[in-house]
């Protein structure tokens, strides 16, 4: 399954359908422990388009998640 082209007809690299990797914990902040999405972000992934979801995506890469043993 390949990704649709994104705005400029540049296609963003291949991901999973979701970040999520079952290690779900916003105990201390807002953020997922595990995937590193706020709680607004994981509650609107589904209707997120891709662009939004390619945002999120670059940010929590750049910040070293997923982590699935944290």
């Known amino acids: 399954m390949s990704a649709p082209?994104?705005?400029?007809?540049?296609?963003p690299p291949?991901?999973?359908d979701t970040p999520c990797v079952a290690v779900c914990?916003?105990?201390?902040?807002?953020i997922c422990r595990g995937c590193g999405r706020s709680v607004?972000?994981?509650a609107h992934w589904?209707?997120?388009?891709?662009?939004?979801k390619?945002?999120?995506w670059v940010r929590i890469l750049a910040?070293?998640?997923p982590?699935?043993?944290?």
């Open 25 to 30: 914990s916003t105990t201390f902040d807002e």
């Open 67 to 70: 982590r699935r043993n944290t």
């Open 5 to 11: 082209p994104s705005e400029g007809g540049v296609k």
């Open 14 to 16: 291949e991901r999973p």
């Open 40 to 42: 607004v972000e994981v």
């Open 63 to 65: 910040q070293g998640y």
């Open 46 to 52: 589904v209707s997120m388009s891709d662009a939004e």
């Open 54 to 56: 390619e945002v999120v």
